[in-house]
């Protein structure tokens, strides 16, 4: 009897051998360790990628605000996870985008070393001299006005006691322009001399402009635009501002289910409202991902690219009419008003985030 019995290797309990799976947890009875074997297990346990990952895929591309709906009404085995689905399509998308990311790095290194190139030419050009013209026309009006009053208060000493020195600091202080705090506007060349000498960063800093009592951000982006001075690589910005762009979508995607709370009040809780963006999101890589291995093949016509990118949106409307129940015209207003509040403030927003966040840590 003992002999048509086998203890599972995972959870130790028994079980006959005449089954293939232990009835207890599901391990495979009898399976070899073999590299096709540790590969499949990776991709089931981590990307789902079996028999719902195919009766997913299809609905997400071709039914609107399906899988979403079936998800939150309790069909949670049926389909693939929206979590799961959004992680496994954006892999996909920024492996396929990891090609065009290495070209747009090289291609902007080249732009901007040509334009270094342009820029060392010695010779004056009008808009040069122009502006030699208004810096020296500025210091002279700058030079009358301290003289002026200097003038006026040693005229008034005897009413204020001021002394001679008091009465310099005043002029000075009065006439100077106030100095941005970020401001990387340098002598070039005594830069240039400096970084030959091998002069510290910190004596370069101050030739830059930087005071020692400037705040940690100000410090941070002149030592920034130092290391970019002394590179002349403006790729190596782009590549950080890529590299963040995954970390990001981690924030807009929440954002964008808490606009759909706004504008769905009462229709469900926040976590329906997310299990909408990740199937959304994930159809839009998906989109994105279909139409960049296409191009890799042959470029589609830019009206086309543009028609791809306009059915998104045709998407979401069909998408929000199907899950949140109302008519075409309401969903059409509510889309239209999300689309342009979610790419005219919050991608703008994040951008601008993304690039200073790449310009200090690249």
Same mark, same amino acid.
């Given at each position: ?17 005449? %089954? ?35 009766? +997913? ?10 899988? !979403? ?28 985008? +990891? ?7 090289? /291609? =902007? ?16 050009? %009008?808009?040069?001299? *122009?502006? #030699? ?18 003038? !006026? ?14 009465? $310099?600091? @005043? !002029? ?14 340098? /002598?070039?060349?005594?830069? $240039? ?5 091998? !002069?510290? $960063? ?16 100000? *410090? ?15 790729? #190596? ?17 929440? @954002? ?51 028609? @791809? ?5 045709? %998407? ?5 009419? %199907? ?7 309401? #969903? =059409?207003?509510?889309? #239209? ?20 966040f790449s310009f200090l840590f690249y």
């Open positions: 009897m003992s002999e048509l019995l086998e203890t599972c290797k995972n959870c130790e309990k028994v079980f006959y051998s005449a %089954y293939k799976f232990c009835p207890h947890c599901g391990q495979q009875a009898r399976d070899k360790l073999t590299v096709g074997v540790l590969f499949a297990n990776t991709i089931q346990n981590y990307f789902a990628f079996d028999a719902r990952f195919f009766k +997913s895929f299809f609905p997400l591309l071709f039914k609107p605000g399906f899988l !979403a709906s079936k998800f939150v009404a309790g069909k949670r085995l049926l389909y693939l996870h929206p979590a799961q689905m959004y992680l496994f399509v954006t892999i996909i998308f920024f492996f396929l985008f +990891s090609f065009i990311q290495r070209k747009q790095v090289e /291609n =902007f290194d080249k732009k901007f070393a040509k334009k270094i190139e342009a820029n060392t030419d010695k010779s004056i050009t %009008y808009e040069q001299l *122009k502006d #030699s013209i208004e810096l020296k026309k500025e210091m002279l009006e700058d030079s009358i006005a301290k003289a002026e009053l200097k003038k !006026a208060l040693l005229n008034t000493q005897e009413l204020t006691n001021l002394s001679e020195e008091k009465i $310099d600091s @005043i !002029a000075i202080d009065a006439t100077n322009k106030t100095k941005s705090p970020i401001s990387f506007s340098f /002598n070039e060349a005594e830069i $240039d001399s400096l970084i030959v000498k091998n !002069a510290s $960063d910190k004596e370069i800093y101050k030739s830059m402009g930087m005071d020692d009592d400037d705040n940690w951000f100000s *410090k941070r982006m002149y030592a920034q635009a130092l290391k970019f001075y002394k590179s002349r690589r403006g790729g #190596s910005i782009l590549q950080a501002f890529f590299d963040t762009i995954p970390i990001a979508m981690f924030f807009l995607l929440p @954002i964008f289910a808490f606009m759909l709370k706004l504008f769905y009040w009462k229709r469900g809780l926040y976590a329906h409202h997310l299990v909408f963006s990740f199937y959304f999101f994930s159809f839009l890589f998906a989109t994105f991902s279909i139409m960049l291995a296409v191009n890799f093949v042959f470029l589609l016509p830019t009206g086309t690219n543009l028609l @791809i990118a306009l059915s998104t949106f045709i %998407y979401l409307v069909i998408a929000l009419k %199907y899950f949140y129940k109302q008519g075409k015209f309401v #969903s =059409f207003v509510k889309g #239209s008003v999300l689309t342009f509040l979610f790419m005219s403030i919050v991608i703008p927003a994040t951008v601008v985030v993304l690039g200073l």
